[in-house]
Nanobody
Framework: QVQLVESGGGLVQAGGSLRLSCAAS????????MGWFRQAPGKEREFVAA????????YYADSVKGRFTISRDNAKITVYLQMNSLKPEDTAVYYC??????????????????WGQGTQVTVSS
């Protein structure tokens, strides 16, 4: 059974940085696509970033390009989301997701089969 455990959320001032971690277990992930999504109160869950474990191709939402970086650590089986220049509108619960499907649109929630429990990120102005 795939398990995804997020950590690293918290309260930060605008302009600050946080690094989220997603520890994965239960499978061999070298064929997986891993994604980060977020959901603010009253809004739909939205795509933030994704990475293909094999090859390391990355994808970003326009709203975070140049500020966020997704990466993975093969030895630790962990995916990271480095978030810099944070803005109040980045406030949300951030979720890690995983899929082993062959054909995936990384930005679409429907393609992901496994989700973590989420971690809260709050950016104060």
């Amino acid at each position: 059974q795939v398990q995804l455990v997020e950590s690293g959320g918290g309260l930060v001032q605008a302009g600050g940085s946080l690094r989220l971690s997603c520890a994965a277990s239960g499978r061999t992930f070298n064929t997986y696509t891993m994604g980060w999504f977020r959901q603010a109160p009253g809004k739909e869950r939205e795509f933030v970033a994704a990475i293909r474990w094999s090859g390391g191709n990355t994808y970003y939402a326009d709203s975070v390009k140049g500020r966020f970086t997704i990466s993975r650590d093969n030895a630790k089986i962990t995916v990271y989301l480095q978030m810099n220049s944070l803005k109040p509108e980045d406030t949300a619960v951030y979720y890690c997701a995983a899929t082993n499907r062959a054909l995936v649109l990384p930005s679409r929630t429907i393609f992901y089969d496994y989700w973590g429990q989420g971690t809260q990120v709050t950016v104060s102005s």
